[in-house]
């Protein structure tokens, strides 16, 4: 049993989540961190696939490219020893998605297991003193995918010679890595030993290592090199600068060491398959990683697929191809309406239909902007009585029973029964259809007057016509707003629907050009006190309510706009206080206080939450669960089930 600081917990559906840290306590202020213990490995065995190879003497034996101590992933009542072969097919609607093959894949130095449980991963273990004392011990002859020594010196190349400079990140390094402005003392014990260190507890670090997108804290130092001014020759870059069409080499360097986006096949990586198609393309083929650090409890190299293939379609057609068999294992592109369309194509195509639980704060939620560059917007969308009044026009109830059979969960977008910091008072406020109440609050405002049609005008005279951006992906959105538009008609409020890509939604954004958007809710609806309240408060970009004052706050004032309303400022106070607070209890009261804002509030207006997730599982792939959860972060959607253990039992 695992002993630890709990982070997180929740019970969902059937099963009972916890989330603490996978560690074993040694003094009052110390942790260590250790993978739980395996059985013994009598003897390895070569992978079929990269034995000829192996034989010929083009890659070495499996013994010579593990680590010394690999990791060994345990089987369970629900998982089982597989058998190598077969391709993992896969449809995703971008070129862009080739990165959920970091995702997936979900190596990490320290991630969440199946039961949200933070263990190491890449690193055999880590040592925490009091919260601010992080030293990383790697695994002995771990190799990158092409064979080359992965060591504390691909976290030296990173730290000094990308993180630091100033060309390659002129913000400097992550904002994660800054505890009140400070950044760490980052030592290189040794070939395997890293420690990076503050003067105050950092909480963040742990829970960003082990993230869908993680915090990366290296890089394959020994490839990128010869890209940097600083170890390569200039003449060589200066080639390769104007043979890719980059600026400069900084470019050059960002574009070719970005391992998250995946999309350089050169770039050596450590997740179990890597990418071999340079994009664009209508079709990635991922190969295995012949020095990928896990085995399985028979001494089988994972992963057992020999590839990952991805291939790219339409948006509206995923649905089709699954229901033709075309996909092994399918989620993204996959809706709750498409349920019964899909458990219609099930016998006949092969696949299983299973429905995995949601945990966002709500399915989808629109945000008002409160950065809006229009300035009598921005004062309209920065008073609470208008946000509460177009929450009080929303038919939930409506809204529940037409698209998705009265099975969710309604109200606002906070967090749900299964955290410990749930009140029924944070998701019913201001969250019934009350047009009478929401007609007496815009009169409050002063939008009385009217025109022809019935709708509100805004105090230039403007009628009030609420764009609301998606980014039409699917179905339900338009669904959604539809009938929220009706609703809303009811109060003076004319809805549009703007569609549009998810790049140029979230750029537009970003540069205050959106009065609304909708997007999903709150992506960790299940938090502990001990989870970070950082989705609640205005230090992200990506939060589309402030993201100006997000940018602020990442980039340390050299962009966006400073926080300049009262309440969020509270907010930014108690994340501060959060941040240094010692107890449970006291993380508990803060958290109280943040979620007691937003109902109050209505930062962000949320509609119903607990959607089933349609998963569709092909009839001979194994090891995937029958029931799970399924989220971004905690969890990379399929991420914590570690997909190299699915293998085909044909």
Do not use: C
């Not at 059937?14 to 306590?25: C, G, K, Q």
Request: hydrophobic share 40%.
């Amino acid at each position: 049993m695992s002993l630890g600081v709990r982070f997180g917990a929740a019970v969902v559906a059937s099963f009972l989540f916890l989330i603490p840290f996978a560690a074993v306590a040694v003094g009052a202020e110390t942790m260590i961190y250790r993978a739980p213990e395996a059985p013994k490995v009598a003897a390895l065995k070569e992978t079929p696939s990269l034995a000829p190879i192996v034989n010929a003497g083009q890659l070495p034996a499996i013994d010579e490219r593990l680590p010394k101590v690999p990791r060994v992933s345990v089987s369970g009542p629900n998982l089982s020893v597989g058998k190598h072969g077969g391709e993992l097919r896969m449809l995703v609607t971008r070129d862009k998605d080739v990165r959920l093959l970091n995702v997936y894949g979900y190596a990490r130095l320290i991630g969440y297991n199946e039961t949200l449980e933070v263990e190491p991963d890449i690193l055999e273990s880590l040592e925490v003193e009091d919260s601010r004392i992080f030293t990383f011990k790697l695994r002995e002859g771990h190799r990158w995918s092409d064979g080359q020594p992965f060591t504390s010196e691909d976290f030296r190349y990173y730290w000094e010679d990308v993180a630091n400079n100033e060309a390659l990140k002129p913000t400097g390094p992550p904002q994660v890595l800054r505890v009140d402005g400070e950044l760490p003392q980052v030592e290189f014990l040794d070939e395997t030993t890293i420690r990076y260190s503050w003067s105050k507890p950092n909480p963040f670090l742990i829970p960003a290592l082990a993230g869908a997108r993680p915090l990366d804290l290296f890089v394959p130092a020994h490839y990128l090199k010869k890209y940097h001014p600083a170890y390569g020759d200039q003449a060589e870059i200066d080639a390769a600068v104007a043979a890719a069409g980059a600026r400069n080499w900084a470019q050059l360097h960002n574009r070719l060491g970005n391992m998250y986006k995946a999309t350089n096949p050169d770039l050596p990586t450590l997740q179990p398959w890597f990418n071999s198609v340079r994009p664009p393309s209508q079709r990635f083929v991922a190969e295995r990683n012949p020095y990928y650090h896990r085995i399985d409890a028979s001494g089988q190299q994972l992963p057992y697929a020999d590839r990952f293939v991805l291939s790219v379609v339409g948006g509206a057609l995923v649905p089709a191809k699954t229901s033709a068999g075309e996909s092994d294992l399918q989620s993204r592109g996959l809706h709750f309406s498409d349920y019964t369309f899909l458990k219609a194509a099930e016998e006949r195509s092969g696949f299983d239909v299973r429905l995995w639980k949601t945990v966002r704060g709500s399915q989808l939620a629109l945000y008002p902007n409160l950065n809006v560059n229009d300035p009598e917007w921005r004062q309209l969308n920065r008073d609470a009585r208008f946000r509460r009044a177009l929450s009080l026009g929303i038919n939930r109830s409506e809204i529940n029973q037409v698209i998705y059979y009265g099975l969710t969960l309604e109200g606002n977008n906070s967090v749900l029964p299964d955290s410990p910091l749930f009140k029924e008072e944070y998701r019913a406020a201001w969250a019934d259809f009350d047009p009478e109440k929401a007609n007496a609050l815009l009169d409050e405002i002063g939008l009385t007057e009217r025109d022809s049609a019935g709708i509100r005008l805004m105090p230039d005279g403007r009628p009030i016509e609420i764009i609301v951006e998606t980014a039409g992906e699917n179905t339900e959105e338009v669904d959604v707003l539809e009938l929220i538009a009706d609703s809303w008609k009811a109060i003076g409020i004319k809805l549009f629907t703007k569609p549009s890509q998810r790049e140029v939604l979230r750029n537009r954004i970003f540069a205050g050009e959106t009065i609304m958007a909708m997007w999903y809710g709150y992506e960790n609806g299940i938090p502990t006190p001990y989870t970070s309240p950082e989705e609640f408060v205005p230090i992200h970009q990506q939060s589309f309510h402030w993201p100006k004052w997000g940018q602020h706050a990442e980039t340390n004032g050299k962009a966006g706009e400073a926080v300049d309303m009262e309440r969020p400022e509270r907010l930014m106070a108690l994340y501060k206080d959060w941040l240094y607070a010692k107890s449970r209890d006291e993380k508990a009261a803060i958290w109280q206080e943040i979620l007691e804002i937003h109902a109050e509030d209505v930062y962000t207006i949320g509609l119903v939450a607990h959607v089933p997730q349609p998963v569709t599982v092909a009839d001979s792939l194994r090891n995937v669960p029958q029931e799970g959860i399924y989220n971004w972060d905690p969890g990379a959607q399929f991420g914590i089930y570690r997909p190299e253990r699915f293998w085909f039992d044909r």
